[in-house]
């Protein structure tokens, strides 16, 4: 195997093995989805926040998405709901206006992705899951199912964003995650120069912005080992990090003097120490969590702050899959498995990262924990196309993205499925944005003593 090989992906196998892991997957996310709204009818038709849709706008738009993708495209069976395309469709209107659209009913919107799903089981029995690019080792339905645990994740910002008293329980670790703290470990880890596979041309489930697999070389750096933690950032607070413009950017510093930035969302000061909501409790800050609910702005100018910057996306992807010793990029951190519970922290049972310096079953060949799971991890780099990239199946899942105005994120958080993040998974998002699960790392370029 040379250098800039890939491997095949555990997800191939015969049609009938693959067509009983879509339905277990199928299965599963729903499952997800109806737990995420399972609460108060009043408050699923609520908007929370206008950075949000209201709960029933997405409970309808995930059965929209695969009735036009399974059930028409796929499967070639009449509409169910065309009255409704344009009204789920997330181009046609901003989040905010949302509630005044005529939404269908918690009710109806349960029994209209119930019928949807019926059918979408029933072309999936019958396809053959070969042939054209679509339905090729079952993508279109791999994308339905990462798309709808997007929009989980999106709900359990919402509920993270509602007032109110809880009405989401935290599920427990599980068992031999690792250490209670970073302090044993390194700092930092190097990552020595030269070239690795970036993206991917073989993983069945790959979205088109993650392809082609292509050749990129790199000079020596250093990447922090772990997630910049809670009590790391506090320490950037206390030293006036919020009032000092030189560890800002320019619009940097325009936007923590717009939005009038003090800390991380959810944060507040009682007295001395620091607080914070999360899904309807309020607890001390953890110093030993990764920070979550960091703009990319706030990311940079603590990186600044430290004497750092924040890594490239790829070098992030370098440090996550690159193996020096065999030269080869795995799927994951660890290897090429997928993610277990013992490998990273992901799923959205915890409701909150896990301590920074976990999961050493997940480090990587170049020993940085954590790359995977826990929270998103901003990058300095805007999202671009990869060369060669080819927008598949429609232009309006990258392609009308790509530039200057979003910054990118790697990584998957706690909320995210294992099915919806890999090692080369790329999510994006403004630089302003904070009610995502987002949290970051520092790096820096190697001295010419250390570049050897």
């Known amino acids: 195997m040379n250098a800039y090989s890939e491997p095949v992906s555990a997800a191939a196998g015969s049609p009938d093995l693959l067509r009983a892991c879509i339905a277990g997957a199928l299965e599963k996310v729903r499952a997800r989805t ?19 849709s209201p709960l029933v706008w997405d409970l309808a738009h995930v059965g929209s998405q695969e009735e036009l993708w399974l059930v028409r495209d796929v499967g070639g069976r009449e509409a169910l709901r065309p009255d409704i395309d344009r009204m789920y469709d997330a ?49 279109a339905f791999g994308m339905i199912i990462q798309h709808e645990h997007q929009h989980d994740e999106t709900m359990l910002a919402t509920h993270q964003l509602r007032e109110g008293p809880p009405v989401l329980a935290p599920g427990p670790f599980p068992p031999g995650i690792g250490p209670s703290s970073a302090e044993h470990l390194p700092h930092e880890v190097p990552v020595p120069a030269g070239p690795f596979t970036m993206g991917t041309s073989l993983e069945p489930w790959a979205l088109d912005n993650e392809r082609p697999a292509h050749q990129v070389d790199l000079p020596a750096f250093w990447i922090d080992t772990v997630p910049v933690t809670n009590g790391a950032y506090r320490r950037f607070i206390d030293a006036g990090g919020y009032q000092d413009p030189q560890w800002w950017s320019g619009p940097g510093w325009q936007h923590r003097m717009a939005a009038g930035l003090e800390a991380p969302l959810y944060w507040v000061r009682d007295g001395q120490g620091w607080y914070r909501r999360r899904f309807g409790v309020f607890e001390p800050v953890p110093d030993a969590e990764p920070v979550q609910h960091v703009c990319w702005y706030e990311a940079e100018a603590y990186a600044r702050w430290s004497g750092r910057r924040l890594p490239t996306e790829a070098e992030w992807e370098k440090a996550a899959r690159w193996d020096p010793g065999s030269g080869r990029s795995h799927r ?51 999202f671009r196309p990869y060369p060669g990239f080819r927008a598949f199946p429609y232009p309006e899942y990258s392609d009308v993205f790509f530039g200057t105005e ?34 970051f790392r520092t790096a820096r370029d190697a001295s010419p003593d250390e570049r050897g």
């Open 332 to 382: 994951y951190p660890w290897g090429d498995g997928d993610p277990t519970p013992g490998q990273a922290n992901l799923g959205g049972k915890t409701l909150r990262p896990a301590v920074a310096g976990s999961y050493p079953a997940g480090a990587s060949a170049t020993g940085a924990r954590q790359l995977i799971g826990d929270v998103w991890e901003w990058v300095a780099s805007d």
């Open 91 to 139: 181009f046609e209107h901003p989040r905010s206006s949302r509630p005044s659209l005529p939404l269908l009913s918690p009710e109806h919107s349960r029994q209209y992705i119930g019928e949807v799903r019926d059918k979408a089981l029933d072309v999936l029995e019958q396809s053959v899951l070969e042939g054209s690019a679509l339905i090729e080792n079952g993508f």
């Open 34 to 52: 109806h737990a995420l709204t399972s609460c108060d009818d009043a408050e699923l038709v609520k908007q929370h926040s206008p950075l949000m």
């Open 406 to 439: 979003y910054k990118v994120l790697r990584g998957g958080s706690w909320a995210t499925d294992a099915a919806a993040c890999r090692g080369t998974f790329r999510n994006w998002d403004y630089p302003i944005r904070r009610q995502i699960f987002s949290g």
